[in-house]
């Protein structure tokens, strides 16, 4: 069990609007930067989203982060068939004094 | 470009005990925190350590699965991270990735291919 919550699985037709949320508690999410990975069938991670609302390099703009108190969200405006993968919320629990993840959640573009 | 290449992975029993190696290249190692993180068969990610770099004080932190059991260690003249693991169980059984970041200016976030540690007797 893990101490971010996701929901396990989330869906989307192409080109709509996906939100994907990961809710934590103050020792978590509301006092640390929130991190996002996308992770594809049998391939390491790659993170889509750092520092709570940050977009790397090379990552499209429809994926875009944010955080709300003890909640954070990754939201992909207008998915994509490419974009199905899981999807994981990182973030430094300072209580546990170590990174955490969340369970992940199954994006399935329909 | 930054490369990771993890191995070391393999098949022990439990209770046993396994190093893992990670050669780094591709950025200047000994500024580079370094951190290991596993995936069990079918299961969600799961940080394991931690190692900052010298100059920022070297302070390991460990996932809660693994504390008293694991130990990273890093070798600046080989651009290499270890993770010594002990007392080895079967819920130990993933691939472990090696991982490091950079979120300043021109942010990277590089994985390894990963090494498969199976505990099985």
């Known amino acids: 069990q893990s101490v971010l919550a996701q929901p396990p699985s989330a869906s989307g037709t192409p080109g709509q609007r996906v939100t994907i949320s990961c809710s934590g508690s103050s020792s978590n999410i509301g006092s640390n930067y929130v991190f996002w990975y996308q992770q594809l069938p049998g391939t390491a991670p790659k993170f889509v989203s750092y520092r709570n609302n940050m977009r790397p390099s090379g990552v499209p703009e429809r994926f875009s982060g944010s955080k709300s108190g003890t909640s954070a969200f990754l939201v992909i405006s207008g998915v994509r068939s490419e974009d199905e993968a899981d999807y994981y919320c990182?973030?430094?629990?300072?209580?546990?004094?170590?990174?955490?993840f969340g369970g992940g959640t199954k994006l399935t573009v329909l | 470009e930054v490369q990771l290449v993890e191995s070391g992975g393999g098949l022990v029993k439990p209770g046993g005990s396994l190093t893992l190696s990670c050669v780094v290249s591709?950025?200047?190692?000994?500024?580079?925190?370094m951190t290991w993180v596993r995936q069990a068969p079918g299961k969600g990610l799961e940080w394991v350590a931690r190692i900052k770099s010298k100059i920022d004080g070297g302070t390991l932190d460990y996932g809660v699965p693994v504390r008293g059991r694991f130990t990273i260690s890093r070798d600046d003249s080989k651009n290499t991270v270890y993770l010594q693991m002990t007392s080895l169980k079967t819920a130990d059984t993933a691939v472990y990735y090696c991982?490091?970041?950079?979120?300043?200016?021109?942010?990277?976030?590089?994985w390894g291919q990963g090494t498969l540690v199976t505990v099985s007797s």
């Open positions: 991982h490091t970041n950079f979120y300043g200016p021109g942010a990277f976030d590089s």
């Open positions: 990182a973030v430094w629990d300072d209580s546990l004094r170590s990174r955490v």
């Open positions: 591709g950025l200047t190692f000994s500024d580079a925190w």
